[in-house]
C-alpha cells in the first residue's frame, strides 16, 4: 500500500517528468511532503500563475507535456490565466490543483473552489479525483489527452484525503484507449491526392502555416514541401520558426502586422494552403477579403477547426507532419510560376521589413541587434504588445521552438516566467525575455526565483513608460487621448539589484550592441532597461475590420 | 435555420452535462431540448438535444461535442427516419360546470390522459412530437395554463438500427 502523494510522484516520474513548478499550501501539505528529497525537481515559484506559465514556456521549447502544481482555492484559482494561455495556443500541460477533503466538498470549505468547474471552458479536458487507487490511472490519461491530437491543458483536482489515503501499488500501465477520444493522425489519401493535383493546377499558391505545424514538429517537412514545389510559406505568430527567417521562400508573418508582401501574397494567390492554422481574426482581417481569390486546402488536426471560421474547398484532417510526408512521397514534377514568384520578389523588394538607421534608440533597433549577436541560436520568449510584434517582426529565427509568446490569448506578464520554464528544457540555449515595461511589472516578483534557482535568463524591457500597443491604438483611432496609458518610469536596474540581479540601463542608441553583449556574456540572469523612443509604433498594421492588404505604414519613405 | 435532433452517447460521469450545456452557452448555440438518462449500456447515458441553426453552425456543433472527451458519439438523425416524442404535464384552469367539460373534450381529441383533478384545475398527461404539444398549450391558453412542464424531445431511429451501433 501507498499513499496517494505517493503514487502521484512516482507516477509522473514514470510518465518522464524531470521538472515541476509549483506553490504550496495546506492541502497539497501531503503532496509536499513527498517532493521532499524526491527526484523529481521542484521549482517553487513567487505566484501560481507564473507556475503555469513556465510549465508552459517549458512544453513550448522542449515539446513535452509542462506540469504545474498548486493549493486549493486562490492558489489553483491563480492558475487560471496560465491555462487559460496553454488553452488557446494547444500547449501540452498537467495543471495539478489540491482540494478540500472529499467530506467536505461542495461545503464551501476554507479555501474551496469548484476549480474543474472554473476551468471548463478552459482545458481539454479535467479530472476530480474521488479515490487514490484512482490517481495512476487518471495521471495516464490525463497525459495521454493533454500530449496528443490537439494538445492541451488537462487539470487534475486532488482533494486532500486522496493524497492521504493509501492504495495498492498500481498495476502497470498498459495502451491508453479512451472510447470518447479518438484523434485522426493520418490525412485521407483520396484528399491528399486531390490536394496534389489543386497544387498542380495552381499558378498562384501560398502555403499559410501556424503553430500546428510547430507542435507537430513538422518544420523539416514543411521545409522540404516547400522547396519541392516552390511554394512560398507565410507563417502565423505561432508558426513563426518554422521555416528560417531568411529562407528564400519565407515571406514571414502574416496578418495584422504581418509583411506587406505575405498580406498581398494571400489575397493575391489562387490556392491557400493552410497547415496547422486556424483562421483567427488578428490573421484574416475582416474574413470576407481574405484570400478571395484562392480555393483553399485546410490541414489540421482538429476537425471543428475546419470550416469554423472559412469554407474551405478541401479539409484534410490529420496531424500536419503526417500529412506532409504523405504529400511529399506523392509529388510529381514542379511546376514553374515564374510570373508569379517575380511579383513576390518585387513585393519583397519594394516594402521590405525595415527599421530606421538614424542614431535614434528604437525598439527595432534593438531587437534587430540581438539577433544578429545570437544568429538565430538561443530561445526568445516575449511578453505582449509592441514588444512581442516587433520581435516577431525583426527577429531572426532559424530552428523551430525557438520563439515563444502567448499567441491567442495574448497573456502579458507570460514572458518572464515561461523564460524560466525554457531555461529547464533547454538549458543549453540561452534565454531572453523581451519585455514590455508594462508586462514585466506583471510577474516581476519572478526575478525572486531566477535568483533562488540562478537561472541564467535575460531580460530585455524595452521600455516606452507606456502601455505601448494600446497607446499606439489610442494614437491611430482615438485622436491621441491617452487614456491611462502612460506609466511612470521605474528604476528596473534598481529592482533587478535588490533581487540581486545584475543589470544595466541603456539610452542611447550607441550603447545597444555593448550592453546586449555583456548580457550575452553574463553567466546568469540579466536585466537590460532600454530607453527606448516613446512614441514608436509597430508598422505595418491593419486596421481593425480591415482586409488584410489594406494596411498602413511600412512603405519606403 | 432549422431544428436538428442530436442523439449523443456521453460516459455516466460527474459533470458531463455541465460540459455539454457549458460548451452550447459558450459558443453561442441555442438548444431548444435537452434531454438525458440512462441508456441500455450501464456506464454511458443518452441526451437528446434538440438545437436550431443552420448547416454550418449545426457541423460546429456536433464537431465541438465530438471534441469533449466524454462524449462518445453525436448521431445527428434530423435526416433519417426516427420517432420523436416529448411529454407535457399542462395544468389549466378548469372550473366545474363552465370550461371543465370543454377542457376534456379537448384532451380527448389529442389523447390526452387528466391525471389530476382539482378543485379548480385538471392537469393534462399529453405525448407526442413537440409539436402536437405545441398545438395543445395553444388551445388550451384560452381557458387559462397555470403551469407548463414538457420533458424535452427524446428520439429513436426506426427499424432495427440504433445510434449506439452503426
Ligand atoms: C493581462 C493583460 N492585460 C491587458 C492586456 C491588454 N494589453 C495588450 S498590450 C498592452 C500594453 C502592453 O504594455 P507593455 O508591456 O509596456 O508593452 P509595449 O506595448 O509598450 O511594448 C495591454 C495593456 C493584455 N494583453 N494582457
Ligand atoms: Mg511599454
Known sequence: ?557 | MKVHTLSVLVENRAGVLSRVAGMFSRRGFNIESLAVGTCEVPEMSRITITVNGDDTQIEQVKKQLNKLIDVIKVSDITYREHVRRELALIKVAANPGSSRAEVMQIADTFRAQIIDVGAKTLVLQVVGPPEKIDALEKLLRQYGVKELVRTGTIAALRGSKTTAGE
Open chain 1, 1 to 557: 500500500m501507498k499513499t496517494g502523494a505517493k503514487i502521484l510522484i512516482e507516477g509522473l516520474l514514470k510518465q518522464g517528468v524531470t521538472t515541476i513548478f509549483g506553490y504550496p499550501g495546506g492541502v497539497v501539505l501531503p503532496i509536499y511532503d513527498e517532493l521532499y528529497g524526491s527526484p523529481l525537481r521542484h521549482i517553487l515559484v513567487r505566484h501560481e500563475q507564473a507556475a503555469a506559465h513556465a510549465a508552459d514556456g517549458y512544453a513550448r521549447a522542449s515539446g513535452k507535456t509542462g506540469v504545474c502544481l498548486a493549493t486549493s482555492g486562490p492558489g489553483a484559482c491563480n492558475l487560471v490565466t496560465g491555462i487559460a494561455t496553454a488553452y488557446m495556443d494547444s500547449i501540452p500541460m498537467i495543471a495539478l490543483t489540491g482540494q478540500v477533503p472529499t467530506a467536505l466538498l461542495g461545503n464551501d470549505a476554507f479555501q474551496e473552489s469548484d476549480i474543474t468547474g472554473i476551468t471548463m471552458p478552459v482545458t481539454k479536458h479535467s479530472y476530480l479525483v474521488k479515490k487514490a487507487e484512482d490517481i495512476d490511472t487518471v495521471l495516464g490519461e490525463a497525459f495521454h489527452i493533454a500530449g496528443t491530437g490537439r494538445q492541451g491543458p488537462v487539470l487534475i483536482d486532488l482533494p486532500k484525503d486522496v493524497v492521504t489515503n493509501e492504495a495498492p501499488e498500481p498495476k502497470p500501465r498498459g495502451e491508453i484507449s479512451l472510447r470518447g477520444y479518438n484523434p485522426t493522425f493520418k490525412g485521407h489519401i483520396r484528399q491528399i491526392e486531390k490536394a496534389i493535383s489543386m497544387i498542380g493546377e495552381a499558378e498562384r499558391p501560398v502555403i499559410y502555416a501556424g503553430g500546428g505545424v510547430i507542435a507537430s514538429d513538422a518544420s523539416p517537412e514543411l521545409i522540404r514541401f516547400a522547396e519541392a514545389t516552390g511554394i512560398p510559406i507565410t507563417t502565423t505568430l505561432m508558426g513563426i520558426g518554422a521555416i528560417p527567417c531568411d529562407h528564400p521562400l519565407n515571406l514571414g508573418m502574416l496578418g495584422m502586422h504581418g509583411t506587406r508582401y505575405a498580406n498581398y501574397a494571400i489575397t493575391e494567390c489562387d490556392l491557400l494552403i493552410a497547415i496547422g492554422a486556424r483562421f483567427d481574426d488578428r490573421v484574416t482581417g475582416r474574413i470576407q477579403s481574405f484570400a478571395p481569390n484562392a480555393e483553399i486546402i485546410h490541414i489540421d488536426i482538429d476537425p471543428a477547426e475546419i470550416g469554423k471560421n472559412k469554407v474551405v474547398d478541401l479539409p484534410i484532417v490529420g496531424d500536419s507532419r503526417m500529412v506532409l510526408t504523405c504529400m511529399l512521397d506523392r509529388l510529381t514534377g514542379r511546376k514553374e510560376r515564374t510570373t508569379w514568384n517575380n511579383k513576390i520578389n518585387h513585393w519583397k523588394v519594394e516594402y521590405p521589413m525595415s527599421c530606421p538607421d538614424d542614431g535614434v534608440l528604437r525598439p527595432q533597433l534593438v531587437i534587430k541587434t540581438l539577433s544578429d549577436l545570437l544568429n538565430g541560436e538561443g530561445i526568445i520568449v516575449s511578453e505582449v504588445g509592441q514588444n512581442q510584434m516587433w520581435t516577431a517582426q525583426h527577429f531572426c529565427f532559424r530552428h523551430p521552438r525557438t520563439w515563444i509568446t502567448s499567441g491567442g490569448l495574448g497573456t502579458m506578464g507570460y514572458g518572464l516566467p515561461a523564460a524560466m520554464g525554457a531555461h529547464f528544457a533547454r538549458p543549453d540555449l540561452p534565454v531572453f525575455d523581451i519585455a514590455g515595461d508594462g508586462s514585466i511589472q506583471m510577474n516581476i516578483q519572478e526575478f525572486g526565483t531566477i535568483v533562488q534557482y540562478d537561472i541564467p535568463v535575460k531580460v530585455v524591457i524595452l521600455n516606452n513608460m507606456y502601455l505601448g500597443m494600446v497607446r499606439q491604438w489610442q494614437e491611430l483611432f482615438y485622436d491621441r487621448r491617452y487614456s491611462y496609458t502612460e506609466l511612470p518610469s521605474v528604476d528596473f536596474v534598481g529592482i533587478a539589484a535588490a533581487y540581486g540581479i545584475d543589470g544595466i540601463r541603456v539610452d542611447s542608441a550607441d550603447q545597444v550592441k555593448e550592453a546586449l553583449t555583456a548580457a550575452i556574456t553574463t553567466d546568469g540572469p540579466f536585466v537590460l532597461d532600454f530607453r527606448v523612443e516613446r512614441e514608436e509604433n509597430v508598422f505595418p498594421m491593419v486596421p481593425a475590420g480591415a482586409a488584410i492588404n489594406e494596411m498602413i505604414g511600412g512603405q519606403k519613405e
